[in-house]
């Protein structure tokens, strides 16, 4: 990796004291390496580093580096350096900071933001996690709808310098409701003479404060946008999303499904950077409250102990069946959690959903079935019986697994609980536990135990 | 949803073949929405509704559509239209056409495009699926160092048309090496009289054709990115990738890796529109060769027939062993294949992730362990052989699946077999085995069965 390359190169300009040499190389880096360099470094060196970037790429390097340094740096600011980040920070990146920092912190930091700034991050720390309000930014450039496109090129020309994203535009009426959007793009093709609002496009992709930032991520998919605006329950603009912030929500997004779908209680941190304990802590919940799921499916077991000492074979079935009915169970509730979290599955889907695992159910069931038919017939001295009783138990115990995985997300869904905690652990639980009682009931009947 | 909405509207304009009510509708809605009622009408009212629509809006229609309705709409098309679209299309996206197209069409296709698109298209059906060759386009805005910054927005006013982003330019030497980087934003920002030489940005972060559409979206998103240059083998400029292709492509490879994890055959449509018989296709083999394994397992179980016909009660611990095994293998192959994709954590992480997870391990282990220990010892008589090697089975169950789980993906990393494969469904098989083996043994020395 060109980090490691990149932390020996500047510890050893640090430690030379060569002030050129340092300077040369911040200039020629990008904010985001030298983000990582200043994450890794011991904090005195960080703080020298970091005074040494011109003021301009300063913020830039701040808004890249990690919660922990940042926190760090700002506890040696000046106040006067604390308010002049604030204010150079953009809104949504300045919220971020303030929503990581411990109290004390944050009492300092919002005393010294101007009036204005202090009002603007108030008003966003209201805004839910994880909701299209808390991700939005409020620098964005606005149009009036009776400016010529020359006038308008030079307006942005003047004063875009500190707008998150100067690429769209947006026009409003006079109680700041939407009217129209304009891309640079367009304002750029267009003759100086035109109007803006003869160009400006009126079919607007919106999202409401309170949206989930999932469903922003659609929308920008979708749509194929690079800004999205964002408005109040008036129908008043009160934001816009860039595009960067979504490709990182939708990673985001997706890691926190690939965490729950394993067990595993959603952190923020990488997990190299997660400590141990915070590890123990994400994943020991759920580790416990499956592991007494799986003591009740001992008792379950316990019931048959009739069965399985008269016929000790059945139980090395139990394995193959079990195991095969978690793995149906799994591929059922991550084709529908997928779906569901991409938007291409809606809870008014569920009959449709069903009926698709039903037949895929019997199909799979059926030709696994069939495999272990033979496999058994001809292992166990030909006996019919143990043979049938095995490839009945697995049909059921596939059909079973599909329809609880492909269900159960969808229910989840419905009652407003994450479906991604509906996936493999649980199911596999769930489906062990009915795969059992009708292994043991099927035997009992048909070997008549 | 909107979406069935839409389609009713639709289809009873067009039953009423209301020419201009069908107009109105097309002028008012965006290009996807339009695909996608396309996309669901029957194949002659598509032709009709695609028809109506003004030329330069249908290629964006055209280029939303799924591929199925694109190609029946390329059947019905005219020579000239065909040329037309091709022509019209981003050459990414008639590259994807391309490539979905059965053979006869293609040749048509390609007969009818101009001689310079038809060798821009077979250049890139060269490079390989998923390489940033893939995904990128031609159409960007090229600027000569030596022109005035208001030379370079009067040239991107005239010639920015065709272009799929004006919102970064490139500037090449004589022999097209990548000099430098310019946004739009910086231009307009800077002074009409000021060189583009001078206020370009010559730390130029790209990527090579051949680089995985997966590194792609890291530097995207480490980045903040809104389109990234793509050089070939003897660094020349030969595309750029634009960040509305980059969402999908971050959105597809999370899913891809979904359905791997899940032990599913990674397919291209979503459920809803994938056959039944496609799904069995992508989710059996799967499952037989797990169930295969699942039937060693079985044979390990029979094994030690005779230990649990001596203790019967020794076999109602095995769900709960086996159950715990997988999870916590889930657990840490999980977190190691996301960082994985992440590019959080590399193969030469491995002795490190390797002495995390036996922490993570002993910690959870011993706990998890301990609650079993008193739960076994009261529920059986005070029994403290069975209590002491179900507990001390439980921590070597956990330890091993963590072991494995985080490991078999490094490894899988290292020999170039995707680590997704490496997930819970043959984690669990795995530690299931040894889990057994561990269990019965660690029974048949305290208990001398």
Same mark, same amino acid.
């Given at each position: ?337 997928? +779906?569901?979290? @991409?938007?291409?599955?809606? #809870? ?7 009926? /698709?695992? %039903?037949? &895929? !159910? *019997?199909?799979? +069931?059926?030709? @696994?079935?069939?495999?272990? #038919? ?7 001295? /030909?006996? %019919?019986? &143990? !043979? *049938?009783?095995?490839?009945?138990? @697995? ?14 997300? %969808? ?24 795969? %059992? ?13």
């Amino acid at each position: 990796m060109d980090e490691m390359h990149y932390i020996e190169e500047v510890n050893e300009l640090l430690n030379k004291k060569d002030r050129k040499a340092i300077s040369a190389w911040l200039f020629d880096h990008h904010p985001n390496d030298i983000a990582t360099v200043i994450d890794e470094l011991e904090m005195q060196k960080a703080a020298v580093l970091f005074r040494a970037l011109p003021k301009a790429k300063a913020v830039d390097v701040f808004s890249y580096l990690e919660t922990e340094a940042q926190i760090s740096l700002l506890q040696g600011f000046t106040d006067e350096e604390v308010t002049r980040m604030l204010e150079d920070l953009y809104t949504d990146d300045a919220v971020d900071l303030i929503e990581e920092l411990p109290a004390n912190v944050v009492t300092r930091v919002l005393e010294l933001a101007t009036p204005q700034t202090r009002a603007t991050i108030n008003n966003y720390l209201k805004y839910p996690e994880d909701s299209a309000g808390s991700i939005m930014t409020t620098e964005y450039i606005h149009l009036r709808a009776d400016m010529t496109v020359g006038e308008a090129i030079a307006y942005i020309r003047t004063y875009g310098h500190n707008k998150e994203t100067i690429y769209t535009a947006y026009i409003t009426t006079p109680h700041r409701r939407l009217k129209g959007v304009l891309s640079v793009r367009n304002l750029l093709m267009a003759k100086n003479e035109e109007f803006i609002a003869d160009i400006m496009e009126e079919t607007i992709i919106s999202a409401s404060t309170t949206d989930d930032q999932e469903h922003v991520v659609h929308l920008f998919s979708d749509y194929d946008l690079i800004a999205l605006p964002v408005v109040d329950g008036e129908d008043r603009l009160v934001g816009i999303i860039t595009i960067d912030d979504v490709l990182d929500v939708s990673e985001e997004e997706a890691t926190e499904d690939f965490e729950r779908m394993a067990a595993i209680t959603p952190s923020e941190g990488p997990y190299m950077k997660t400590s141990v304990l915070e590890q123990v802590k994400n994943r020991f919940p759920w580790l416990l409250f499956l592991m007494i799921s799986g003591i009740l499916n001992g008792f379950i077991l316990a019931r048959y102990e009739h069965a399985y000492l008269a016929i000790p074979l059945l139980v090395t079935f139990v394995p193959m069946l079990t195991g095969t009915g978690g793995n149906a169970g799994a591929q059922s509730s991550t084709m529908v959690i997928r +779906g569901l979290s @991409l938007e291409e599955i809606q #809870f008014s889907d569920w009959l449709q959903v069903l009926w /698709r695992e %039903l037949r &895929i !159910s *019997l199909i799979v +069931g059926v030709v @696994l079935a069939s495999v272990n #038919f033979v496999r058994v017939y001809f292992t166990y001295g /030909r006996n %019919l019986g &143990i !043979s *049938l009783v095995v490839s009945l138990s @697995l049909i059921g115990v596939v059909i079973l697994a599909k329809v609880m995985g492909s269900m159960l997300p %969808l229910l989840a869904k419905k009652i407003h609980v994450d479906p991604a905690t509906m996936a493999a652990p649980l199911i596999t639980t769930v489906v062990d536990a009915g795969g %059992l009682i009708l292994f043991f009931t099927i035997s009992e009947i048909l070997l008549q135990i």
